[in-house]
């Protein structure tokens, strides 16, 4: 992601606000947070936040992002292609966009496996199949880290 202090993000999947509040600790200047679930959004710290609840694939703001993340959350939606266009919509030209999503690999299998045991669905994506939704959407992968156990984080950039 590069330089956090002083920067305006737009968090796609925020959830609670684990990464919005180290965004903050960081010296982010605002975090827009948006997360579906209204009682996720009530965890939120209320400082430098400005907490939406609505689908990270059709979120409407009146203001463009040099920083978007979208942490944990593409592996659960239906169509993350959606997801990442909003993100586009959203973001001025040469915006960086990270992604962490669990690898397609044995890990990543279980990690599956334990959300499917409790009724939620995970998509895996492989490499190719996020690289191609990301280009269809406007943005080029620049810089991909596979992180243990079973994580992808993917530094893409709009064009």
Same mark, same amino acid.
């Given at each position: /992601?590069?330089? $956090?202090?002083?920067?305006?993000?737009?968090?796609?999947?925020?959830?609670?606000?684990?990464?919005?509040?180290?965004?903050?600790?960081?010296?982010?200047?605002? $975090?827009?947070?948006?997360?579906?679930?209204?009682? /996720?959004?009530?965890?939120?710290?209320?400082?430098?936040?400005?907490?939406?609840?609505?689908?990270?694939?059709?979120?409407?703001?009146?203001? @463009?992002? @040099?920083?978007?993340?979208?942490?944990?959350?593409? !592996?659960? $939606?239906?169509?993350?292609?959606?997801?990442?266009?909003?993100?586009? !919509?959203?973001? !001025?030209?040469?915006?960086?966009?990270?992604?962490?999503?669990?690898?397609?690999?044995?890990?990543?299998?279980?990690? @599956?496996?334990f959300h499917r045991r409790h009724?939620?669905? $995970?998509?895996?994506?492989?490499?190719?199949?996020?690289?191609?939704?990301?280009?269809?959407?406007?943005?080029?992968?620049?810089? /991909?880290?596979? @992180?243990?156990?079973?994580?992808?984080?993917?530094?893409?950039?709009?064009?």
């Open positions: /992601m590069g330089k $956090v202090a002083g920067h305006t993000f737009l968090e796609l999947g925020c959830g609670s606000g684990y990464y919005t509040r180290l965004l903050l600790k960081n010296g982010a200047n605002h $975090v827009f947070a948006v997360d579906f679930c209204a009682a /996720m959004i009530q965890e939120l710290p209320r400082a430098g936040v400005t907490p939406i609840v609505d689908d990270a694939a059709s979120v409407q703001l009146d203001i @463009k992002f @040099k920083r978007i993340l979208c942490l944990g959350l593409l !592996e659960f $939606v239906p169509d993350a292609g959606a997801v990442l266009y909003r993100a586009r !919509e959203l973001a !001025e030209d040469g915006c960086l966009l990270v992604i962490l999503l669990p690898a397609d690999n044995m890990l990543g299998w279980f990690y @599956k496996y009724g939620i669905h $995970v998509r895996l994506f492989t490499i190719d199949e996020i690289k191609a939704i990301g280009d269809a959407n406007g943005w080029v992968l620049e810089k /991909m880290v596979f @992180k243990l156990p079973f994580s992808y984080i993917m530094r893409f950039r709009g064009v």
